[in-house]
């Protein structure tokens, strides 16, 4: 059986969304004006989200002007958790957020 998934929005520019250990499931990211970018990523620290391109877990995106991109992920998803040799702490965020995009994660909590 698999695990209750729920959403998660968000639309600043950085916010830590979840704290503890979860699994992205999927994604929405909708643009409401000009196009823009955003990455989701693991957390620095509880209250940052890593700007960090080797986390294993960093994932960009880019969404067109008016436009919404939407990725449902396969099985398992990404798990977003203390990694051996990668320092991220458990949980997820987005961050580096430009043009104010409308970002729904769907994670397992």
């Known amino acids: 059986m ?3 998934v729920k959403p998660v929005v968000t ?3 950085s916010a830590v969304l979840f704290t503890g250990p979860t ?3 999927g994604f929405m990211v909708q643009s409401m004006g000009s196009s823009g970018t955003a990455i989701i990523n ?3 620290n509880i209250t940052t989200v ?3 391109t080797n986390t294993q877990v960093y994932i960009p995106l880019t969404v ?3 436009q919404t991109e939407t990725l449902n ?3 398992d998803g990404v ?3 203390t990694r051996n040799g990668v320092a991220i702490v458990d949980g997820i965020g987005v961050t580096a957020n430009s043009s104010g995009l409308t970002i729904t994660l769907f994670i397992d909590k």
């Open 79 to 81: 798990l977003y958790a």
């Open 73 to 75: 992920l396969p099985e």
């Open 11 to 13: 639309s600043s520019t």
């Open 64 to 66: 067109g002007a008016n």
């Open 42 to 44: 693991g957390l620095a």
């Open 50 to 52: 890593s700007g960090s």
């Open 2 to 4: 698999k695990s209750d």
């Open 23 to 25: 699994r992205l499931r």
